[in-house]
């Protein structure tokens, strides 16, 4: 059947239960997101939260976030998840994919996104997808 990639407009239990088994596969120290966390990313104006779902499952995640600011439109691309089952058969792409799509849509000059060095697959898939890693310094502010 292959991947389909689609946007999370409304939170159900199946949703619910998809993060309590994707988070802690992207993080050790956050936990899965609740109901109610689920449902205001789901309904927020500048993130789209994308599902992929192969056979009906959903087994990845992407939050992509639009944001204005005075000197452009800005796209950011936030925890990206395959489930460990479904690796390497095309999810994480077809979700990049489609959260590049949606960025181009609404006018984003640039897309940006972070991903740990020990990330090996993943780095190489953002670098095939166009992706360049950039000079920079990232800071962080408040507890990890």
Do not use: C
């Not at 994707?22 to 205001?40: G, I, K, Y």
């Not at 972070?114 to 990232?138: I, M």
């Amino acid at each position: 059947m292959g991947v389909r990639v689609e946007e999370a407009r409304a939170v159900d239990d199946e949703l619910v239960d998809a993060f309590a088994r994707l988070v802690p596969q992207l993080s050790r120290s956050n936990p899965a997101p609740t109901e109610a966390e689920l449902a205001e990313v789901a309904r927020s104006e500048a993130s789209h939260l994308l599902v992929a779902r192969d056979g009906g499952t959903i087994v990845g995640s992407l939050t992509l976030v639009l944001f204005r600011i005075p000197t452009a439109m800005r796209a950011w691309i936030e925890d990206v998840v395959v489930d460990e089952s479904a690796r390497g058969q095309g999810v994480g792409e077809a979700l990049n994919r489609e959260a590049l799509r949606l960025a181009a849509e609404a006018g984003a000059k640039t897309v940006d996104l972070t991903s740990r060095p020990s990330r090996e697959a993943a780095n190489r898939l953002y670098q095939r997808l166009g992706f360049k890693e950039r000079d920079t310094n990232v800071y962080r502010y408040g507890a990890e």
